[in-house]
């Protein structure tokens, strides 16, 4: 990567003010300082964007910085020309006609950045938390969201033709792509139509994500085509699923997507998810490819989100502290397609039913026998939505009414899919311990709750009977015919 020679003089000048040479990207260079980082954008045409004309590069850097600012205010400082002062030299600011325009903004340490760090679940569960409120704050669109998405793949096939990927390959993917996208488009243009598509970042994967004031900040988000960043939501969060699961493992994407619907209640969106995580595996794919790294994995990955894998419904029910979450979260990466099952939780659809995070402990009326009813007839409606695209859920939740446990397994037969149910049981004094030791939950359940709720007869229990213990991982997958190996 080259900065162009019309460049050349405030490239110089910017190194200087920064004391070491620039990080460069095809469309950017940023002169990273102590105190101040400077980006400028290239004067490159690369056919999807064209910054050669300074007013451009002004109006581009305008935008960025209205898009990302809102997000990043701590990161994002200003917008400023580089003029020439009365010796002819450059400066910054100035009243003489511009040079060149660059963003100022605050320097991030390389390890800050999210490609370069071990994601624990707290981390994993606050990213999705901020994708999910900029996702809340993004504009609504009017947009044909299939024929838009269907550009989007088009427009994928040459540019990998381009940077010399298989054309057998690519031209096999586009095929089963194109088959995808006939088959979901009706549930993309109800989503369009139900006010899914937004003005998003259009570039979310983890190197646009840093840590900042110990927080996950979501910055440079894409700003040089409104219709590329003008999509569903899901189409959004799919990029940094599908980095997560090439980078960290379907454990990682899959607790990103659950916390992500969890907070916004969207498991619609998973109706979108194989085609949305194969276009952007293909983008990655020949961008890499083009830059002249290593593009296999990402090819491979882009053909496996279209494969076929069968829906099936699986429910964990039993006493508060029995580890029901627990199970659920190791249980669901393995289940179906990537990145695994959507886990169904009453305790998160209560929060969430009342505006608050799931860690927020709510008051007791909010437990009340009308509040309850909903909640389970909403996970049980997220199921149906789930089980109807093609994806496997899990269903989280105490099931100690039989027509709880009975309206679950009814999901599974009106959709002619598989269920299993796990009953999860244990001592009475080890659950007390449990719920006595629990921080950061979602559940509310105290010591109180657990022995009025073990008093409770269940009736019959025809689900598999598995003790919660250290082993109830395995015994669950065996009992439910996964591969033990698979699960997390």
């Given at each position: 990567m080259t900065i162009p020679p019309a460049q050349a003089?405030?490239?110089?000048?910017?190194?200087?003010?920064?004391?070491?040479?620039?990080?460069?990207?095809?469309?950017?260079?940023?002169?990273?300082?102590?105190?101040?980082?400077w980006k400028m954008k290239k004067a490159v045409a690369l056919g999807f964007l064209d910054f050669t004309r300074i007013e451009d590069r002004e109006r581009f850097c305008r935008r960025e910085f209205e898009i990302n600012r809102p997000h990043a205010p701590g990161i994002y400082r200003d917008l400023l020309p580089l003029t020439r002062g009365p010796d002819g030299r450059l400066r910054e600011g100035g009243d003489g006609p511009a040079v060149e325009w660059v963003l100022r903004m605050a320097p991030i340490p390389a390890g800050d950045f999210l490609d370069r760090v071990a994601p624990t679940p707290a981390l994993l569960d606050a990213v999705a938390d901020a994708v999910a409120a900029m996702h809340a704050a993004a504009p609504r669109?009017?947009?044909?969201?299939?024929?838009?998405?269907?550009?989007?793949?088009?427009?994928?096939?040459?540019?990998?033709?381009?940077?010399?990927?298989?054309?057998?390959?690519?031209?096999?993917?586009?095929?089963?792509?194109r088959t995808e996208l006939a088959r979901i488009a009706p549930a993309l243009a109800a989503r369009g139509e139900a006010g899914f598509v937004r003005r998003g970042h259009g570039d979310l994967h983890l190197g646009n994500i840093c840590l900042w004031d110990g927080r996950p900040t979501l910055f440079d988000a894409l700003e040089f085509d409104e219709a590329l960043a003008t999509i569903d939501v899901g189409y959004d969060l799919a990029f940094l699923l599908m980095d997560l699961d090439l980078r960290h493992g379907r454990a990682a994407a899959n607790r990103v997507l659950n916390r992500y619907v969890a907070r916004t209640g969207d498991a619609g969106l998973v109706a979108g998810l194989p085609l949305w995580l194969s276009l952007r595996a293909m983008i990655r794919a020949h961008v890499e490819a083009a830059r002249g790294r290593d593009w296999a994995g990402l090819l491979a990955a882009a053909e496996a989100h279209l494969l076929p894998s069968p829906a099936r419904l699986v429910a964990i029910g039993g006493l508060q502290g029995t580890g029901k979450s627990t199970l659920a979260r190791a249980l669901a990466p393995a289940l179906g397609r990537c990145p695994g099952a959507l886990v169904l939780r009453t305790d998160e659809a209560r929060k969430r039913r009342f505006g608050l995070p799931p860690e927020r402990r709510l008051p007791p009326e909010a437990y009340g026998e009308e509040v309850s009813r909903a909640v389970h007839a909403e996970i049980l409606a997220m199921a149906r939505a789930a089980l109807a695209a093609g994806h496997c859920a899990v269903l989280d939740a105490v099931f100690l009414d039989p027509r709880h446990r009975a309206a679950a397994e009814g999901v599974a037969r009106e959709a002619g899919l598989r269920f299993d149910g796990i009953w999860l049981e244990a001592p009475v004094e080890l659950l007390r311990a449990r719920i006595a030791a629990r921080r950061d939950d979602a559940s509310d359940a105290d010591e109180a709750v657990l022995m009025r709720a073990a008093t409770v007869d269940p009736g019959a229990i025809a689900w598999h009977r598995v003790a919660a213990e250290d082993g109830a991982a395995a015994a669950a997958t065996a009992a439910i015919g996964m591969d033990p190996g698979s699960v997390c």
């Open positions: 003089e405030a490239a110089a000048f910017l190194a200087a003010r920064a004391g070491a040479p620039p990080v460069e990207t095809h469309i950017s260079a940023v002169f990273v300082g102590r105190e101040t980082a669109a009017r947009v044909d969201a299939p024929a838009s998405l269907g550009r989007i793949l088009d427009g994928n096939v040459p540019s990998a033709l381009r940077a010399g990927l298989d054309p057998t390959r690519v031209a096999a993917w586009a095929g089963a792509a």
